[in-house]
């Protein structure tokens, strides 16, 4: 496996040597993320194709990896984002107990946490009716949420708080279903508390955010739809 670090005082790629005895399996598609100066991984597939169901965590300062706790549910095809110092994922489906059931994960302190979502933002739970799904997080403790239905031609855009834990359905953006899935393809990256910019394979899209929505006179409660459910 290999890893690289970029410092941004010296603005020069720095190579980090693989411990052998103890590091991640290689893997392809992990799921990536920082909490501080850790960075997570976890989940994946083999060479064969085969899921991998773990999670490791490197740290900035000992420069060493350790495994954690393993994850309830396979995270590959399930994208989330940290907000404050957790880790937050929806899934539409509970595999623990094989049926339809909104599942809001969380990961903080090298543990998992797996709970039923009070809203879904999945939207009433199918199956597998969403085929994609895709998040990034903005200022104080929202986060964007991006999620396809395999029924539905325009995917839907949630702007969900996570101290209220409300949510409000916004404005989609002009995103077609063939680019939802490629969600694989996707780059988030929040630019300032105005300006988020997702970049695709095929374009590049600047969206300008009202800041009224990431202030605290602005509560999520008051902005939603009354279609919850």
Same mark, same amino acid.
């Given at each position: 496996?290999?890893?690289?670090?970029?410092?941004?005082?010296?603005?020069?790629?720095?190579?980090?040597?693989?411990?052998?005895?103890?590091?991640?399996?290689?893997?392809?598609?992990?799921?990536?993320?920082?909490?501080?100066?850790?960075?997570?991984?976890?989940?994946?597939?083999?060479?064969?194709?085969?899921?991998?169901?773990?999670?490791?965590?490197?740290?900035?300062?000992?420069?060493?990896?350790?495994?954690?706790?393993?994850?309830?549910?396979?995270?590959? #095809? =399930?994208?989330?984002?940290?907000?404050?110092?957790?880790? +937050? @994922?929806? $899934? *539409?489906?509970?595999?623990?107990?094989?049926? /339809?059931?909104?599942?809001?994960?969380?990961?903080?302190?090298?543990?998992?946490?797996?709970?039923?979502?009070?809203?879904?933002?999945?939207?009433?739970?199918?199956?597998?009716?969403?085929?994609?799904?895709?998040?990034?997080?903005?200022?104080?403790?929202?986060?964007?949420?991006?999620?396809?239905?395999? #029924? =539905?031609?325009?995917?839907?855009?949630?702007?969900?708080? +996570? @101290?209220? $834990? *409300?949510?409000?359905?916004?404005?989609?953006? /002009?995103?077609?279903?063939?680019?939802?899935?490629?969600?694989?393809?996707?780059?988030?990256?929040?630019?300032?508390?105005?300006?988020?910019?997702?970049?695709?394979?095929?374009?590049?899209?600047?969206?300008?955010?009202?800041?009224?929505?990431?202030?605290?006179?602005?509560?999520?409660?008051?902005?939603?739809?009354?279609?919850?459910?």
């Amino acid at each position: 496996m290999v890893m690289a670090l970029y410092p941004i005082a010296t603005g020069k790629w720095e190579r980090v040597e693989e411990c052998e005895s103890c590091s991640p399996p290689y893997r392809l598609h992990p799921v990536v993320f920082a909490l501080g100066e850790t960075v997570v991984l976890c989940c994946g597939e083999d060479f064969g194709m085969w899921g991998i169901k773990d999670t490791w965590e490197w740290s900035l300062v000992t420069r060493e990896w350790t495994e954690t706790e393993i994850p309830p549910v396979d995270l590959t #095809d =399930a994208p989330g984002s940290v907000v404050g110092e957790k880790y +937050h @994922v929806y $899934l *539409d489906y509970e595999y623990s107990t094989n049926r /339809p059931n909104p599942v809001h994960m969380q990961y903080c302190n090298g543990k998992w946490k797996s709970e039923q979502h009070h809203w879904n933002p999945l939207g009433k739970p199918q199956g597998f009716g969403y085929t994609s799904q895709f998040c990034v997080s903005l200022l104080r403790e929202h986060q964007l949420l991006f999620a396809l239905q395999r #029924d =539905a031609s325009t995917p839907k855009t949630w702007l969900l708080d +996570h @101290v209220s $834990l *409300d949510r409000a359905l916004l404005e989609p953006l /002009p995103i077609t279903e063939e680019d939802m899935l490629q969600g694989q393809r996707f780059g988030l990256v929040l630019l300032d508390a105005r300006t988020l910019l997702l970049i695709h394979s095929r374009y590049t899209l600047i969206v300008d955010i009202d800041p009224h929505f990431l202030s605290p006179d602005c509560h999520t409660s008051t902005v939603g739809s009354d279609a919850w459910v």
